[in-house]
């Protein structure tokens, strides 16, 4: 008889309403060991069925017990009675004139986040987010407007990337390398909706399933995470994800980086620069990535650029230029393409990286701070806003 499941396993995230069996979509490999153990798998066994499973789940994508064909028939028999292998469900999916897809996810609650796949030369990047709504109130940012409503699992997170791959036809066949290259899905970013970083232990343990090489298997080198600078943070990123590091930097002085990203009278520029300056050797990765919104007449002036070079001077470093991407009621606007290029300039002369980002999908407003699920009402009240800006 296997052993009952265990009080334990409350914590672990599953599938709704209560009481419903667990899904296994999430787990670290240790908890998916300890979940089949407290299930009835002998001890010894356990290392090999989490191999197994995790192979049939994350490698092949096979969401039914049944499917699993190297189990024996009476332990996918007991698999099926008390887990489940469940993605969020996409609600809408959203097809750009460029190719853009914009997903409408939602997960247990009701709750719904978006998750954008961006297909490019040579490479396919998903957005993916990791908070509904956000608790931070960057000022030219559509999510930030939108409450925090909570954090997502880790099985929601990697979750984003499993439909997506589903959505491409992306699960390997038999006799196909899952490391090909030209795989659909080759870069994630965590660019989504929400802080990475205020949701550090499930973005983690999500990555890493990302990141087995039994499974999806994407190189740390293709996952970038972006924070809005959670200065305490920085140093675990590097040493438990590992991932390259981007940063939303958008401005050169503390007065107006105070106002475009109120973390900023929190964690300053020069405490940001302090831990973006130990971020490489730490993660043994080559440069961070510096986004930096181009707002008219607010940030884009050739003093910030040539004040933006000697501040990032000696950090190995790529600038994204981002063209602002407006949404209803936003208090900016784009600064010109003229002014872009401008600014694109000095920063190349000084021998950095400048790309100027492409927006793209914002037909179907899925381009970067656009993302804001429509059916997600809870709005934060100016007193809130003005509130948290001053931290
Ligand atoms: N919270 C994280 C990640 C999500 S935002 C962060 O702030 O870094 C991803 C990127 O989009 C950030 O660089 C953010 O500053 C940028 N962004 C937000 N709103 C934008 C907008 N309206 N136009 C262009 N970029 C925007
Ligand atoms: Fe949150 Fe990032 Fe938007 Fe700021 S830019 S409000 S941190 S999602």
Known sequence: MPAPITQDLLTIPRKLPEGGPINLVGLTRAQLRDTLVAAGTPEKQAKMRVGQVWQWIYEKGVRSFDEMTNLAKPYRALLSERFVIELP??????????????YLVRIAGGHEVETVYIPEEGRGTLCISSQVGCTLTCSFCHTGTQ??????????IIGQVMLARDDLGEWPEPGRNPKDESRLLSNIVLMGMGEPLYNFEAVRDAMKIAMDPEGISLSRRRITLSTSGVVPEIAR??????CLLAVSFHATTDDVRDRLVPINRKWNIADLLDALRAYPKLSNSERITFEYVMLRDVNDSDDDARRLIKLIEGIPAKINLIPFNPWPGAPYERSSNNRIRAFADIIYKAGYASPIRTPRGEDIMAAC?????????????RAQIAAEAGM
Not at 147 to 156: D, P, W
Not at 237 to 242: D, K, M, R, V, Y
């Open 237 to 242: 990123t590097a040493e438990e994800i590992g």
């Open 147 to 156: 409450k925090l409503v909570r954090n997502l699992t880790a099985g929601e």
């Open 369 to 381: 701070g656009q993302l804001k699920s429509a059916t997600e009402r809870a709005r934060k009240s």
């Open 89 to 102: 469900e996409v609600v809408t999916r959203q097809v750009s004139s460029d190719g853009t897809r914009k």
